[in-house]
């Protein structure tokens, strides 16, 4: 990635050491926390640049372009820094409606209850289907 | 910390590699994102015990209390965990009204306009009083 053409507001995020920052995902109609991911300088200059999520996949380490299988892309509405510069959030238009590769709408679906992980959303769509396989 | 008497549910979450995971806050009534911190196993299993966010200070490298100074505590009302299991979401009270540090209502008041970083977001409170400095 060319460096030099990168925009000035780039380098007021405090990236970490591996030149990523967490990304808080919340939903822009229902005010949901849809997930966490995490991006790089590129992924996010491209978010902006494309106007949807584009995150890094730290176990893949390669660009995670957000609904390139399923179809359920996340259209950036805003973007915010917070007050440390090392977290974002983006407030998201939800294609699709499910966010979770699980299926379930956001992938927050474990609560606890009684010293136990319950789900507690339902599965929309069976995952099978999200992903062709 | 006594790792004997630790409850199962804490086993289920994947902690990264300094026993660490992000927390998510959330506000209940307004549904806005707070802030994010990180938790290890001690200040998560205290949160769950004393009803209220406690998170692990990485750069003070000690527990942190939040509000313990500005009473601008945060009560716990629902604990949620992602699909990939390293992920916190809190669903909190908000005493005070008044989750960052700078006096404002939540710690992402830096929007993106036009390629830089706007403070959208009012200081409700001076910061020195809230710390009594």
Redesign the interface.
Known sequence: MNTERQ???LD?IRWNEEGLV?A?A?EQST?K?L??AWMNRESLLLS?QEGRAIYWSRSRQKLWRKGEESGNVQLLK????????D?L?LIVEQIGGIA???G?HH??????QD???VNVEPVLKDPKSLYGK
């Open positions: 925009p000035a507001w007021e967490p808080v919340q005010g926390v997930m966490l902006v805003e973007l915010r820094l917070d007050c440390d510069q977290v959030l979770c590769h699980t379930r992938c927050f679906f474990r609560q606890l010293n136990s992980w």
